[in-house]
T-cell receptor, first 113, second 118 residues
């Protein structure tokens, strides 16, 4: 199993540009989530999904959109990037009802100029 | 709302010395507790977790943690560290009964950077 994969590893954007961060898992996990990591703040939940077609907001959802058309993929969209979105983004997944065992991807480092 | 406080932002230690990374949480309900490790330029890896049962939890790489409900703490310990333990460590908590926007949510502490010197 590849586990949780994320692309790209690094990205530089200009303010106002849009992009999609990709996340995929091959473990047939129902639950997937996106976190952002900022220095001194730990990781904060952006959005999550409990299955295909079902998504919900976390604690910092503003400026981000998600969709879940398949079990495997959970892309995160920035419609109009802002410097405040400079961060490291992690995707995680787990079996539904077993959120105590979440697997994290390697992260995407995003710089917004 | 849950919160997690890691009491030390940086912990320097010499190789083969013992180390303790401190974590306190605030929650009025039952919780699951976790320690994750992040090596430089990598994702998070689960070190250990407390769900229920024995309050002393053993994890990978020789780490262990003790759940203390009365002190709402979950400190991480290792009796003898190696250079390879240099990393950032995150304590996290989740509510096993949470719903809505908190479903499955892990609340993380700010992180503790452990630096092991030769």
């Amino acid at each position: 199993n590849a586990g949780v994969t994320q692309t790209p590893k690094f990205q530089v954007l200009k303010t106002g540009q849009s992009m999609t961060l990709q996340c995929a898992q091959d473990m047939n996990h129902e639950y997937m989530s996106w976190y952002r990591q900022d220095p001194g703040m730990g990781l904060r939940l952006i959005h999550y999904s409990v299955g295909a077609g079902i998504t919900d907001q976390g604690e910092v959802p503003n400026g981000y959109n998600v969709s879940r058309s398949t079990t495997e993929d959970f892309p995160l969209r920035l419609l109009s990037a802002a410097p405040s979105q400079t961060s490291v983004y992690f995707c995680a997944s787990s079996y539904f009802g077993q959120q105590e065992t979440q697997y994290f991807g390697p992260g995407t480092r995003l710089l917004v100029l | 709302a849950q919160s997690v406080t890691q009491l030390d932002s940086q912990v320097p230690v010499f190789e083969e010395a013992p180390v303790e990374l401190r974590c306190n949480y605030s929650s009025s309900v039952s919780v699951y507790l976790f320690w994750y490790v992040q090596y430089p330029n990598q994702g998070l890896q689960l070190l250990l977790k407390y769900l229920s049962g024995s309050t002393l939890v053993k994890g990978i790489n020789g780490f262990e943690a003790e759940f203390n409900k009365s002190q709402t703490s979950f400190h991480l310990r290792k009796p003898s560290v190696h250079i390879s333990d240099t990393a950032e460590y995150f304590c996290a908590v989740s509510d096993p009964h949470a719903g809505g926007t908190s479903y499955g949510k892990l609340t993380f502490g700010q992180g503790t950077i452990l630096t092991v010197h030769p």
